[in-house]
């Protein structure tokens, strides 16, 4: 099924866009299968691939927002609501200018870390060839900037990993974030600073076209109150559970979406609540749409 829209402008609703998938060609912008639900009341889902299927579901997936809108097509438009608009303008990356000159870098302040059982305090740093939170541990990040630098965060299932006023950043050609089924992580952005707003950051390497893949499973609690921003990441949600179902702000920005499973994510835009600054696109007035 293709939805389509009929003479209706890109605004009607008007709102802000807080899940942006950039990538303009791949069959999956954003893509629900199993028996999973996506929510997003408040705020648009906007998809730049040009391809028929760029919004796709199946099986008994369903997503809600204020609104969907792609380049492209949707397939599977009874999965959403409401159904999809086609047709629609490419929305540009709205933090690549940011990105490309404020980023951190230096000497690493630890090198292959690995958390093991018990609990763990870190500092604001740079840490090479990743971080590995292990079953067992329950690691607090201290408020600050984390630079992940040539390797992944990861986290284990029956570990935690918090932190408040935190912004996590990646640097390489091999950095991804992944949450194991039944892991805890809590992070919320600062709401000051360079990198207000911005929990999770990996920018875009002009020298590598290649899609990393990030996975955030479910079945544990996931609180992210802030921007994920990843442009090179393919976003993975999976697993059981709620997640995010605390968070009063949590927007998405990269490469395209894949969710599956029978879990439930939110997706809410109220920056104001949690007094982070307004920073997601707006739905700017567009071409009107047409059969």
């Not at 992940?148 to 006023?165: F, P, V």
């Not at 390489?172 to 707003?197: C, E, H, M, Q, W």
């Not at 990393?212 to 109150?225: L, M, N, P, S, W």
Request: hydrophobic fraction near 35%; aromatic fraction near 8%.
């Amino acid at each position: 099924m293709k939805a389509v829209s009929a003479g209706r402008s890109q605004i009607e609703n008007g709102g802000v866009a807080c899940i942006l998938a950039l990538n303009t060609t791949t069959n999956d912008g954003l893509h629900l299968q199993g028996i999973n639900k996506a929510t997003a009341h408040n705020c648009w889902t906007w998809v730049n691939s040009n391809s028929p299927s760029a919004i796709n579901a199946v099986g008994a997936a369903v997503a809600t927002a204020q609104g969907f809108c792609t380049v492209g097509g949707a397939v599977g438009g009874d999965h959403f609501y409401p159904s999809p608009y086609s047709g629609c303008e490419a929305m540009e990356d709205p933090f690549a200018a940011k990105f490309a000159s404020t980023y951190p870098d230096g000497n690493c302040s630890a090198s292959d870390l690995e958390l093991k059982n018990g609990t763990h305090t870190l500092s604001p740093g740079i840490y090479c060839g990743g971080i590995r939170v292990r079953v067992g541990a329950n690691v607090t990040m201290s408020p600050g900037t984390y630079l992940i630098k040539n390797g992944e965060l990861s986290i284990d299932s029956q570990a935690s990993l918090t932190g408040r006023g935190v912004s996590i950043i990646f640097r390489g050609s091999d950095t991804r974030l992944a949450i194991k089924s039944g892991a805890n992580f809590v992070v919320t952005a600062p709401t000051s600073g360079t990198y207000a707003g911005f929990a999770l950051v990996d920018r875009r390497l002009s020298s590598m076209s290649t899609i990393r893949e990030t996975v955030v499973q479910g079945g544990g609690r996931i609180k992210i109150e802030g921007i994920l921003y990843a442009p090179q990441w393919r976003v993975n949600i999976s697993g059981n559970g709620e997640i995010n179902q605390d968070s009063q702000f949590f927007a998405m920005v990269a490469d395209h979406f894949y969710m599956e499973g029978n879990g439930k994510l939110h997706v809410k835009s109220n920056n104001v609540a949690v007094n982070m600054p307004d920073l997601m696109p707006k739905i700017k007035t567009g071409p009107t749409l047409l059969e």
